[in-house]
């Protein structure tokens, strides 16, 4: 059983930095994705940046250029550093992790077939 903790959101102004953090226990670090997603109030789930255990990673269009997933495998840490932000990315922000041949195969920022999740960290940015 994985269990993803997520840490780092906070409010900032547009133009700021913040870095997310997600620490993934109990996860097997052979063949897996792991995965950002973000969810204003009112709007659907989307999904902003994946990495696997090659260390590919996706982005969907309006991060691409300002946000950079990363990971640090001897931590079990998986990170969002996301720079240049707006005011349209307030959102909870949740982490999220599948393993198997197919996820790392098919790992990208719209994957949804995530088995485990993390409470979400908000980050609010203010114009």
């Known amino acids: 059983q994985v269990h993803l903790v997520e840490s780092g959101g906070d409010s900032v102004q547009a133009g700021g930095s913040l870095r997310l953090s997600c620490v993934a226990s109990g996860i097997t670090l052979v063949n897996y994705c792991m995965g950002w997603f973000r969810q204003a109030p009112g709007k659907e789930r989307e999904g902003v940046a994946s990495?696997?255990?090659?260390?590919?990673?996706d982005y969907v269009d309006s991060v691409q250029g300002r946000f950079i997933i990363s990971q640090d495998s001897a931590k079990k840490t998986v990170y969002l550093q996301m720079n240049s932000l707006k005011p349209e990315d307030s959102a909870m922000y949740y982490c999220a992790a599948d393993q198997g041949p197919g996820a790392s195969w098919n790992c990208e920022a719209q994957y949804d077939e995530h088995s485990s999740w993390g409470q979400g960290t908000q980050v609010t940015v203010s114009s």
């Open positions: 990495i696997n255990n090659d260390g590919e990673t």
